[in-house]
């Protein structure tokens, strides 16, 4: 068998379970359960890449399927603690299609959909000895079985990703997708996911059967994809080679709509896996660029990136991106998309950068030539440091100042937010080496900048002032103690930069201060 009933859930589920940092889902079957046999039986959850869709298809697979005895598995998980445990367990046919497979091997869609097509013609063949005519529709072969089936569809949009793909094959594999779920008789529970969420061209739509959960809409299934703060703890008592504040610093941040913290599973398990944080996600499938989100419209979305890199939350109505949605011009679509694709998070109307991890691919984005005047300033930002470094105040304050001359509507200083913005692109080399915070409140008031070095390093506390001076700048950080977030460093640099509105012109005082 190819999707029938086969025994590679059962399989990839036991691998699961002997994996070192292994995470319990089980109760999502306890969540899916209701829509078996309902007239909301058709189910679509989209996440990002690598957040734990295969592992919990592949769950469902090993729970429902009658084709094997999977009690002992599931004896000692969550969901064996629950009132209605066996009532469907190894109960139903369950077909499973893992859609990647195949993609990648495939020189054209028809080559590609006959390859599946063939497979699920000989597992009925075989199981129920039916006859199978060449004019015969999907639905005519599963008819034929007298059957019923739960279908377990995953990356359903794997073959969206392929150059090959023209538009008429994405709605010819629409239209088979649609013969082989929809107001289909035979169909007991279908259970779809994918990055992408349903395309929807109308009411009369080829797939409006199903509902849809992604990262923006979720209030159901928030639990069951990504890690939460509970459960990462846990796996740092049972694995203390790595601290729950470096895994939070690296990988947290994203959120469900019921405002629950999650974090990047895989990014969570390789980190304990090797001892070390660092880029995992970022660094795997096709999607890995952010740039390729934004790259037909850079200026629709790069104030909003600049804002992001900063700190500062964009506040904004996401409308959804859809799997037709040929390319991203909209900044709405732009935006949603990233969201979807996991590259930012969304949540009371705002979006944020989820975590260290993804910060580190928002700096690439800054340094491309496609950024324009923003490229020009982080081209700088090593100069810099360097100048801050070695207190040279006058080519200091000449850099910031060159900054700030820019076309960049972010740069008037009509409020805090662009000098937020100025300084995080003047000094976006320090990330490097820094953990960087805005608006700490910290000491007596809240301080513009703390760099705060990830090793042993000097410290650095930047205050900006409008309309007044260097010193003054420097002032308030001794009065106001700002000096306490860092003053277990060993050496520490006051920044005072000022900007008068009359004449534009920036000054700098650098001053070291030894505790």
């Known amino acids: 068998m190819y999707y029938l009933n086969t025994k590679n859930s059962i399989q990839m589920l036991s691998k699961y379970l002997d994996n070192k940092v292994y995470i319990d889902k089980s109760l999502l079957i ?29 769950m469902l697979a090993a729970y429902y399927t009658i084709g094997y005895d999977s009690k002992k598995l599931f004896d000692s998980l969550k969901i064996s603690q629950c009132d209605d445990y066996l ?21 054209s869609y028809q080559e590609y959909i006959s390859m599946i097509k063939d497979k699920l013609q000989e597992d009925l063949i075989s199981q129920y000895q039916i006859t199978i005519k060449s004019y015969d529709h999907v ?20 073959i969206f990703y392929k150059d090959f793909m023209e538009e008429k094959d994405k709605i010819d594999y629409l239209e ?55 459960e990462v703890r846990n796996l740092c008592t049972k694995y203390p080679n790595i601290t729950y504040e470096e895994l939070e610093y690296w990988y947290d941040g994203y959120y469900g709509e019921n405002e629950k913290k999650l974090f990047n599973p895989r990014s969570v398990s390789n980190a304990f896996r090797n001892g070390i944080c660092r880029s995992y996600w970022t660094e795997t499938g096709p999607m890995s660029e952010i740039a390729d989100c934004i790259k037909n419209n850079v200026d629709a979305v790069k ?34 998309a990233m969201v979807i694709f996991g590259f930012l998070t969304y949540y009371t ?38 100048a801050t470094f070695i207190q040279d105040e006058v080519t200091l ?32 080399k320090a990330r490097d080496d820094y953990k960087i915070s805005r608006e700490d409140k910290t000491g007596k008031g809240r301080c513009d900048m703390i760099f705060r070095p990830i090793n042993n390093g000097t ?57």
């Not at 930069?497 to 201060?513: A, P």
Request: hydrophobic fraction near 35%; glycine fraction near 4%; charge should be negative.
């Open 30 to 58: 306890e969540e899916i359960n209701p829509y078996i046999n309902t007239g909301e039986n058709c189910i679509c959850i989209t996440r990002p890449r690598r957040f734990g869709k295969t592992y919990n298809a592949n």
């Open 87 to 107: 009532k469907n367990l190894n109960q139903y046919n369950v077909i499973y299609i893992d859609f990647s497979k195949g993609a990648g091997q495939s020189n």
């Open 139 to 158: 639905y005519d072969w599963f008819d034929k079985t007298d059957d019923s089936f739960i279908f377990i569809l995953d990356e359903w949009d794997s």
């Open 176 to 230: 088979f997708l649609k013969d082989l779920i929809k107001d289909k008789s035979y169909v007991v529970l279908a259970y779809m996911t994918g990055v992408l969420p349903i395309a929807k061209y109308s009411s009369g739509s080829a797939l409006n059967n199903f509902t849809e959960y992604n990262f923006i809409n979720d209030t159901n299934f928030t639990d069951f994809f990504g890690f939460n703060d509970d």
């Open 303 to 336: 104030k909003d990136i600049v804002q992001l890199v900063s700190g500062i939350p964009v506040k904004i109505k996401l409308e959804g991106y859809s799997a037709t949605d040929k390319e991203l011009k909209t900044r709405n679509n732009i935006l949603s």
């Open 349 to 386: 109307g705002c979006l944020y950068i989820p975590n260290h991890e993804l910060m580190l691919k928002y700096e690439q984005v800054l340094s491309q030539k496609n950024m324009g005047g923003v490229h020009d300033v982080v081209k700088r930002s090593e100069q810099i440091l360097e």
């Open 397 to 428: 304050a000449k850099m910031i100042e060159e900054a700030h001359d820019k076309e960049i509507d972010l740069f008037s200083y009509n409020n805090e937010n662009s000098i937020a913005c100025l300084l995080t692109l003047c000094y976006l």
């Open 459 to 515: 410290a650095i506390i930047i205050e900006l002032k409008i309309n007044d001076t260097p010193e003054s700048a420097i002032q308030q950080i001794l009065d106001k103690n700002y000096i306490q977030e860092v003053e277990n460093n060993s050496e520490i640099l006051l920044v005072g930069i000022s900007y008068n509105k009359k004449d534009k012109i920036h000054k700098c005082k650098i001053k070291k201060y030894s505790s």
